[in-house]
T-cell receptor
Framework: GAVVSQHPSRVICKSGTSVKIECRSL??????MFWYRQFPKQSLMLMAT?????????EQGVEKDKFLINHASLTLSTLTVTSAHPEDSSFYIC??????????????FGPGTRLLVL | AQSVTQLGSHVSVSEGALVLLRCNYS??????LFWYVQYPNQGLQLLLK??????LVKGINGFEAEFNKSQTSFHLRKPSVHISDTAEYFC????????????FGQGTTLQVKP
């Protein structure tokens, strides 16, 4: 199997505070993890690629100082939403890349984190 | 730029019916292709993936998909759906290369009626 967990599953915070979301690969090591954002009734939007031991690669239009990513180990990546505002409210999903390259690799997704900023 | 298109944002069928969810990709080289399912307020679960070993791919929960190079399609089907199959379905493409990034389609909501 390939299980990815996220914590917390839901979080409500006040505007201006920071929120940390954890993504863990439970039964495999992942040198690469991905962070997505999903708006209601829409597809996933890739925010950044998290690489173990190096800086994350952010997609165009994503503020790296706003969304801090740390991938300190082969099984854990964290996304910190700094100074959160109501417009940051969303469903955040992580995935972990398992396998080699090409045909062997597959992304396995976490259950998501619902963030509500008041 | 490569893209994935899912035709039909919403499909509604009766329980026990055959369902076909459409996915077309644009790529000069056949990519690796995936179908994921998302139940409400949950992450994505892998249904199946195409990696060029066989054109007909069987996945979990009775789903299967057929890769058609000439039509650049990878449609998902299930011969007899259950109410529990009600969910959002995403087709995704991995164009190759080292980034590992997936290109997602817009998603298709499948509603199975009793």
């Amino acid at each position: 199997g390939a299980v990815v967990s996220q914590h917390p599953s839901r979080v409500i915070c006040k505007s201006g505070t920071s929120v940390k979301i954890e993504c863990r690969s439970l039964d495999f090591q992942a040198t690469t993890m991905f962070w997505y954002r999903q708006f209601p009734k829409q597809s996933l939007m890739l925010m950044a690629t998290s690489n173990e031991g190096s800086k994350a690669t952010y997609e165009q239009g994503v503020e790296k100082d706003k969304f801090l990513i740390n991938h300190a180990s082969l099984t854990l990546s964290t996304l910190t939403v700094t100074s959160a505002h109501p417009e940051d409210s969303s469903f955040y999903i992580c995935s972990a890349r398992k396998g080699g390259r090409g045909a062997q690799e597959t992304q396995y997704f976490g259950p998501g984190t619902r963030l509500l900023v008041l | 730029a490569q893209s994935v298109t899912q035709l039909g944002s919403h499909v509604s069928v009766s329980e026990g019916a055959l369902v076909l969810l459409r996915c077309n990709y644009s790529s000069s080289v056949p990519p690796y292709l995936f179908w994921y399912v998302q139940y409400p307020n949950q992450g994505l679960q892998l249904l199946l993936k195409y990696t060029s070993a066989a054109t007909l791919v069987k996945g979990i929960n009775g789903f299967e998909a057929e890769f058609n190079k000439s039509q650049t399609s990878f449609h998902l089907r299930k011969p007899s759906v259950h109410i529990s199959d009600t969910a959002e379905y995403f087709c995704a493409s991995h164009p190759g290369g080292n980034t590992g990034k997936l290109i997602f389609g817009q998603g298709t909501t499948l509603q199975v009626k009793p």
